[in-house]
């Protein structure tokens, strides 16, 4: 089962349609809706996990560029500022995925992009605002 973890930008002329829907019926898709801003008529975001057969994967996620949806991976849109960090670990007890997960043998805190499902809980827990955040247009400093 290939799996990953993406933040797709739906221009606002086609937030109306059912596309990821398609991804489950069309290509034999499962997918966990992490986020979702979606409005008719307005540009629309959504964090999902994609899992299934690679081959489906590749194909699904061709099927939403012909679409007009733009792809990332989640780990494109989240950065830690390691000039902000000062390593307190308030995150890592926070983090689901344990992207931000601390070394036992360094003490550090350390940050796995990928691993990141982008639920945004470790942004209000950072005391110094070491987390960045762009999904969309805009870059939110966490």
Known sequence: MHKKMLVLHFPPQITD???VCKLSRDFDLCFNILKARI???REGLMVLELSGLKKN?????RFLKEQGVKIRS????????????????????ICPTHAL????????????????SGCELCVPVCPVRAMEIQFGRDRVLA
Do not use: S, W
């Open 17 to 19: 349609k059912p596309l």
């Open 39 to 41: 409005l008719p008529g």
């Open 57 to 61: 994967v590749r194909l699904g996620l």
């Open 74 to 93: 989640v780990d494109q849109e989240i950065h830690r500022n390691d000039d902000l960090c000062m390593q307190c670990g308030a995150c890592t007890g």
């Open 101 to 116: 997960h601390i070394d036992r043998d360094t003490m550090e805190v350390l940050f796995d992009p990928h691993r990141c």
